[in-house]
T-cell receptor
Framework: SQELEQSPQSLIVQEGKNLTINCTSS?????LYWYKQKYGEGLIFLMM?????EEKSHEKITAKLDEKKQQSSLHITASQPSHAGIYLC????????????FGQGTILTVHP | DGGITQSPKYLFRKEGQNVTLSCEQN?????MYWYRQDPGQGLRLIYY???????QKGDIAEGYSVSREKKESFPLTVTSAQKNPTAFYLC???????????????FGAGSRLTVL
């Protein structure tokens, strides 16, 4: 089965700093999904990547999928307190039919 | 507005009791899923259903049961056989479960179950 490893597990940054969260898969990624979660709430979809080398941006968040499609990174530029939360990567395998496997999550704290 | 409604938000259960978590969607999505979230472990799939009257076990189905009698509804029962049920439970759905296709999941707000 596919396994996703996120690093770091937690991150504390000062407002205005840049940061990167990584997601590494044990198998080839057919689709990589980034979600954000506030504690005790549901997951909010951020971005989806499917093609090797693909890069997408939304506001100050950029996600990339490497050429070999086994690793993705999420980069936040000039972090703000509103970026705080749990970031999770999810992946679909070749025949997962909608099921996503998730990493363990990265807890981001942004100090004003 | 379309979305997924989970209820109750908080639930307390005594050992030995069965409890049912509700999940209703008005997105006209075909597939629905139940995930369990524990601190530091991400989300783990319990059960999923791609069409009405059909469902499959996920990675941690033991001690849980589901039904899919209507397209809009996918309730999860946590039975007394589940040895460690205290967790945050998330329901999700998507339109069409395509192989290797875009499978963006929409999530509900979650239900927190605590066993006393």
């Amino acid at each position: 089965s596919q396994e996703l490893e996120q690093s770091p597990q937690s991150l504390i940054v000062q407002e205005g700093k840049n940061l990167t969260i990584n997601c590494t898969s044990s198998k080839t990624l057919y689709g990589l999904y980034w979600y954000k979660q506030k504690y005790g709430e549901g997951l909010i979809f951020l971005m989806m990547l499917q093609k090797g080398g693909e890069e997408k941006s939304h506001e100050k968040i950029t996600a990339k999928l490497d050429e070999k499609k086994q690793q993705s990174s999420l980069h936040i530029t000039a972090s703000q307190p509103s970026h705080a939360g749990i970031y999770l990567c999810g992946a679909s395998g070749g025949t997962s039919y909608g099921k996503l496997t998730f990493g363990q999550g990265t807890i981001l704290t942004v100090h004003p | 507005d379309g979305g997924i409604t989970q209820s109750p938000k908080y639930l307390f259960r005594k050992e030995g009791q069965n409890v049912t978590l509700s999940c209703e969607q008005n997105l006209n999505h075909d597939a629905m899923y139940w995930y369990r979230q524990d601190p530091g472990q991400g989300l783990r799939l319990i059960y999923y259903s791609q069409i009405v009257n059909d469902f499959q076990k996920g990675d941690i189905a033991e001690g849980y049961s589901v039904s899919r009698e209507k397209k809009e509804s996918f309730p999860l029962t946590v039975t007394s056989a589940q040895k460690n049920p205290t967790a945050f439970y998330l329901c999700a759905s998507n339109r069409v479960a395509l192989p290797s296709g875009a499978n963006v999941l929409t999530f509900g707000a979650g239900s927190r179950l605590t066993v006393l």
